[in-house]
Each structure stands twice: as C-alpha cells, then as structure tokens.
C-alpha cells in the first residue's frame, strides 16, 4: 500500500504571510500515461473535503492562484503565497493511483 | 456539474448494519467511480472501498474486508455503502466522492457527508 506523510501537522500563519506543506509518498505516483495522480483537498471546518489541485499542479476551477502545488515522483508541496483568513481548515494530499487510495494525516491550517 | 446528496443521519446499535446512499446528478452515472471514505469525530479522512463504472468492479481496504459493500443502482443513479458488524469505532462522517472517469483515477467531487453514531 501507498503511504502518504505530510509535513507539518498544524501551522498557525499571520494573514499575508506564506504558508506551504510537504506530502511524501512511498511509492511513485507517476503513471504510464505521463500522469502523476497527486491532489491536494482542503476541508474547512464543518465541511467536505473540496478539490484544490488536481495532478501536482493545476489549480481547480476557481481556485485563487494564492495556491500553488509542485512536485513529483514521490515529494510534493502545497504553497500559499499569502495567507487570508477563509484558507483555515485541513489541508490534505491524497493519491489515486494505486488502490487502495490512501491520503496523507491531514495539516491544520490556523490564522494567527 | 456533479451534485452528490447523501441520507441523513443514523444512529446504530453495535453489531447492527448501516446503508448509506448518496444520489447523484450531473453526467452519465455509470460513466463514473465513486469511492467511499470515513472521518471519524477530530481524525483524518480513511478510504474505505471503490465501485468503478463500466462493470461496478469493486476494491475494499483490507481493514474493511467482510463487512463492507459498495453497490450502486443506474436507474436510480445512487451509490450505497452497507457497513455490517457495526462497533463503536465505526462512529464517523461517511463521505461518498465520485470520481471524473469510470475507472477512479483523478480528481474526486465529494457528498456533504452522513454521520453513523453506533452507541448502546
């Protein structure tokens, strides 16, 4: 099974400073297909989790370009340029390339 | 546009089973995966199992093997998750998410969630 590790557990930012998290993988997440099926979700509080980058790097429709994702193989990142207020919640990368799926522990986002 | 909206709340006694639904609109159902997934109170999120389009071809976690079943009805255009056994560590939000293809690799769009309280 894959094994995703983020980095940090919880951070607690200033608003308008920056922000970024670490998921590792176990395996790679690199398909044949030339794809790397990497995303990153963020849940707010009392919410589901919502879709904010797809394969590494692709912002989802709506997505303010404050977030940015890169990577590859099996390190990968998740930046917030500046931090506001509404970026609160649980942030978590998540693979689906290998089953069983699995997703990282989860990085609380606090505003300080 | 995908819109998923799963049943309300259950309350279960231990060793009873759950269903879950979760409804979707947008697209052509069976084109579709759809995976289950639990966040139990203050945790993370757990994937439980998939049901891919096409053949409904299904994959369980290990942990889940046994209890778990994850069907889907087209004329309905409704997934289910039935969850047997139930014990107290199986209090969580149960999330269905549909993938963008019928095989499950990709991007997933998620339901609003339904809580399962399994208590004495």
């Known amino acids: 099974d894959t094994v995703m590790t983020q980095t940090p557990l919880s951070l607690s930012v200033t608003p308008g400073q920056p922000a970024s998290i670490s998921c590792k993988s176990s395996?790679?997440?690199?398909?044949?297909?030339?794809?790397?099926?990497l995303y990153w979700y963020l849940q707010k509080p009392g919410q589901s989790p919502q879709l904010l980058i797809y394969e590494v790097s692709n912002r989802f429709s709506g997505v303010p370009d404050r977030f940015s994702g890169s990577g590859s193989g099996t390190d990968f990142t998740l930046k917030i340029s500046r931090v506001e207020a509404e970026d609160v919640g649980v942030y978590y990368c998540?693979?689906?390339?290998?089953?069983?799926?699995?997703f990282g522990q989860g990085t609380k986002l606090e505003i300080k | 546009q995908v819109h998923l909206v799963q049943s309300g709340a259950e309350v279960k006694k231990p060793g009873s089973s759950v269903k879950v639904s979760c409804q979707a609109s947008?697209?052509?159902?069976?084109?579709?995966?759809f995976i289950w997934v639990r966040q139990a109170p203050g945790q993370g999120l757990e994937w439980m199992g998939i049901?891919?389009?096409?053949?409904?071809?299904?994959n369980y976690a290990q942990k889940f093997q046994g209890r778990l079943t994850i069907s889907t009805d087209e004329f309905t255009s409704t997934a289910y998750m039935e969850l047997s056994s139930l014990r107290s560590e199986d209090t969580a939000v149960y999330y269905c998410a549909r993938a963008e293809n019928y095989y499950g690799s990709g991007s997933y769009f998620w339901g609003q969630g339904t809580l399962v309280t399994v208590s004495s």
């Open positions: 947008g697209g052509t159902f069976s084109s579709y995966a």
């Open positions: 049901i891919k389009g096409m053949f409904g071809t299904t």
């Open positions: 395996q790679s997440l690199l398909h044949s297909d030339g794809k790397t099926y």
């Open positions: 998540m693979q689906s390339l290998q089953l069983p799926f699995s």
